[in-house]
């Protein structure tokens, strides 16, 4: 990792923010001296992120995976370290040295600057005369200049190689733009041609505001309607959300999304202020993009028309609840509790027949589109509704009986207990049945559905770092004089039997003068990073340091001359073995029993090495 000058790293590291950092894909909230939220790399429901903002370090209890900035971003965007560290200098204002080669790259920093340019160039085609039809197109939706502005919508030119002329003159390749999904290869000849042509274009930003993609659209018979970019290194179909970039303070503060189909609905919700709408960019979403919504909010708003609303709600509702996709119950509900609690909530506003939300804002206006979202009901409602109605359209004993059981089928696979008991109330009363009786089976079906859940990819969980070297390395973290007092009597590779603990050291021997943070990019293993977070972020008592160093220091002399005694030891017995001879003893024998037993007078005798001692502070009690 030491490409960088480590004071140009710790200067990057020290001008991140890295609650703000992590807070663009996180909701974090403030405990003690952390900020937590739910972790971005595993599934879970209740926090076990953590990111302590003093240190710039961040730790996932639950999965074990930690590190500092750098190490966040190479996580989340999948970037190298070299890359991770050009994009935080690059937001942080700090000059980087100019470079060579840049092997090891995974080559998305420059297909993140193609795209860039490739937006430019549509960004500003669209407001030159060679945009005159998307502007009017503009106009005819109803899409105000300052909107598309803000969204960066661009104009793709007629023609075969707008782009590609423009490209070549920036010195990007064909080959590039084709991995881009800019350009499209020519069919049985060589050559390539612009992907989007004569098209209106919504660009598509990842959670930092980069481009990654772009949506287009044709103003009149073009077909397809919609064309979007395929999927690159960059942009994975259902993982991103569009205007989710521009959304999130919004949905951060209402503490609520509102989830549409399509780019213009997107624009039009935002045009009348509803800024905490993101688009799905396809029909249905994805549980990939609820579960990043549920980062941020506790619910979310989608909108059916009339017409369609049963059928959709429940083919939605049968996915979020199906089990099988990756324990999708918690798509819907998040159980346990979140500072107070709280279930994310998928709800359902109806619109009227044949409407969307850009037909119905512009023919109705905000306030009604409001109310609609007011009188928005649990998409499991939905789904219920149709549960309770007999498909073949039969009524009667036997119809109740099955549309019973289809109930208590769908009931059991609600997560959130309190939404369950309320969907049972409710369906018992269409039913006719007795909620009790409904509920019962609904919970006697829910034991024999359940199916434990996943265990995440775990790294080795750090409390399984034995206490007392544990202890000893957070000292030597926390305190200089600590460094100072025992650095040097301290040998990690006999003293220390945990590889990570000692990593730790090794790189702490190497800059006994660096924070404690600024080790992160010394370490080479994640377990070793993981690790050094978790001990970063501990909130522990403090300890009394002075105490503490002699403590230690007294137990590594003792276990020191515990371990020459042993080495002392052997050589004895190595030696009669070799020679035969038990006695008289040769003088060199002697010696060396002499010194073994002046060691083990000391110790009296008992084996204890550093790696006894209870958890917690060292113990004084057996001094
Ligand atoms: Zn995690």
Known sequence: MAQYAQALLDDVRNAVDIVDLVGRFVNLRK??????????????????????????????????????????????????????????????????????????????????????????????????????????????????????????????????????????????????????????????????????????????????????????????????????????????????????????????????????????????????????????LGTSFTAAQLALLRRYCDEVVTFFDADAAGQKAAERAEELLEPTSGGMAWAVNRSGSFEGGGTFRVKVALLPAGHDPDTFLRESGAPAFAERIGAARSLLAYALDRAVVDPDGATGARARTTAFARVAVMLAKVADAQEAAALSREAAAKLGVDATQLWIEAQRLQSSLRTPPARPQTAPAPSSTPPVERDLVTLLLRSVEARAGLLAILDETDDLGHPPLRAIVAALKRRPDAPAESLMTDLETDEARSVLSSLLVEDRESLDVQVSIEQFQRRLERSQRLRRAREVSQTIAETQAKTGVAAPMHTELRTLHEESAVVYGITGGVAQSLEHGTPGSPRSSDE
């Open 31 to 280: 405990a003690g001296v952390n900020w937590k939220g739910l972790c971005p790399f595993h599934g879970e429901k209740t926090p076990s992120f953590m990111v302590n903002p003093k240190k710039g370090i961040f730790h996932c209890f639950g999965c074990g995976v930690g590190g500092d900035v750098f190490g966040f971003l190479m996580r989340q965007d999948r970037l190298s370290f070299p890359e991770a560290v050009r994009s935080l200098a690059k937001t942080a204002g700090i000059a980087l040295p100019e470079e060579g080669a840049r092997s090891g790259d995974s080559g998305r920093e420059e297909l993140i600057r193609i795209v860039d340019l490739a937006w430019r160039f549509y960004d500003d085609t669209l407001w030159r005369p060679a945009g005159d039809r998307a502007r009017a197109y503009l106009e005819q939706r109803g899409i105000d200049a300052d909107v598309a502005k803000r969204f960066g919508l661009g104009y793709a030119p007629e023609g075969w190689d707008g782009l590609l002329t423009f490209m070549r003159s920036q010195k990007v390749t064909d080959d590039a733009l084709v991995t881009a999904g800019l350009a499209v290869q020519r069919e049985n000849r060589s050559g390539v041609y612009d992907r989007f042509r004569g098209r209106l274009l919504f660009p598509i930003r990842d959670l930092q505001g980069r481009v990654v993609a772009f949506g287009g659209r044709g103003f009149g018979d073009e077909q397809p309607k919609y064309l979007n970019s395929p999927e690159t290194p960059l942009y994975t179909k259902g993982n991103l959300l569009y205007a989710a970039d521009i959304a999130r303070p919004t949905i951060q503060t209402k503490n609520r999304a509102l989830l549409v189909e399509g780019y213009v609905d997107c624009l039009m919700a935002h045009q009348h202020g509803f800024t905490e709408t993101v688009a799905a």
